[in-house]
């Protein structure tokens, strides 16, 4: 059955969402012509040629707010690791990333208490200055709603403002599970899943 699915594919056809279930249902040898037929379909859409991006994060703090059920990342002020990047901190971090040809910088951080819009769009300026050439895949819904109710604007604003700083393309973390019942056991702290799916709107 999976034999012919993938023929059928690999011939053009669109599968379902059901045959794509069926996929994952693969054991053993399947899973072999599985990947075989992935990488005829990559071959013919982009020939041979491979990209990668040279990723960096730079995560200006773990201090946060929430307190988020399955979380290893989040500490409070006062805790023995708890850590904030000032300005020379990220400074050297943002040279040594230019220094290695990094082509995007990824930044997510914890809910800071004190963290207004004003110290995002900072950030992705002082990134645009020192690694203008960097792509920035930064915050997230969460982030951007906490910025403008920090900072008393809409996330409309937020969100125009880091672009002006900088921002290419937001992260889509934070969603963990789009199921308000579930968020609320594992995450009540953050925004709903209408809230989040209007931000990335």
Same mark, same amino acid.
Request: proline share 4%; charged share 25%.
């Given at each position: &059955?999976?034999?012919?699915?993938l023929?059928e594919? #690999?011939a053009g056809?669109? &599968?379902?969402e059901a045959?794509?279930?069926?996929?994952?249902?693969?054991?053993g040898?399947? =899973?072999?012509a599985?990947?075989?037929a992935? *990488? @005829? =379909?990559r071959?013919?859409?982009?020939?041979?040629?491979?990209? /990668?991006v040279?990723? @960096?994060? #730079?995560?200006?703090?773990n !201090?946060c !707010?929430?307190?988020c059920?399955?979380?290893?990342?989040c500490?409070k !002020? %006062? *805790? $023995?690791?708890? /850590?904030?990047?000032? +300005?020379?901190e990220v400074?050297?971090? #943002?040279?040594?990333?230019?220094d290695?040809?990094v082509t995007?910088?990824?930044?997510?951080s914890? #809910?800071? $208490?004190?963290?207004?819009?004003g110290d995002?769009i *900072?950030?992705f300026?002082?990134?645009?200055?020192?690694? +203008?050439?960097?792509?920035i895949?930064?915050?997230? $819904? @969460?982030?951007?709603?906490?910025?403008a109710? @920090?900072?008393?604007?809409?996330?409309?604003?937020v969100l125009?403002?880091m672009k002006?700083a %900088?921002?290419?393309?937001?992260?889509?973390?934070?969603?963990e599970?789009?199921v *308000?019942? =579930?968020?609320?056991?594992?995450? $009540?702290g953050?925004?709903?899943?209408a809230?989040w799916?209007r !931000? =990335?709107?």
């Open positions: &059955m999976i034999r012919a699915l023929d594919i #690999l056809r669109r &599968m379902t045959e794509a279930l069926t996929l994952f249902s693969a054991r040898r399947e =899973v072999w599985i990947a075989a992935a *990488d @005829q =379909v071959e013919k859409r982009a020939g041979d040629a491979v990209t /990668y040279r990723n @960096q994060n #730079l995560n200006l703090t !201090i !707010i929430n307190s059920g399955f979380c290893g990342f500490r !002020i %006062g *805790d $023995p690791d708890a /850590y904030f990047y000032g +300005p020379d400074l050297s971090r #943002l040279r040594a990333a230019r290695r040809n995007e910088i990824c930044t997510v914890g #809910l800071h $208490p004190d963290f207004t819009a995002y *900072d950030l300026r002082r990134i645009r200055e020192e690694a +203008p050439a960097v792509h895949h930064a915050s997230n $819904p @969460q982030e951007v709603a906490y910025a109710g @920090q900072s008393g604007v809409s996330t409309r604003e125009g403002r002006e %900088g921002l290419g393309s937001l992260c889509g973390t934070a969603a599970i789009l *308000d019942g =579930v968020r609320k056991e594992i995450c $009540p953050k925004i709903g899943t809230e799916v !931000i =990335v709107r």
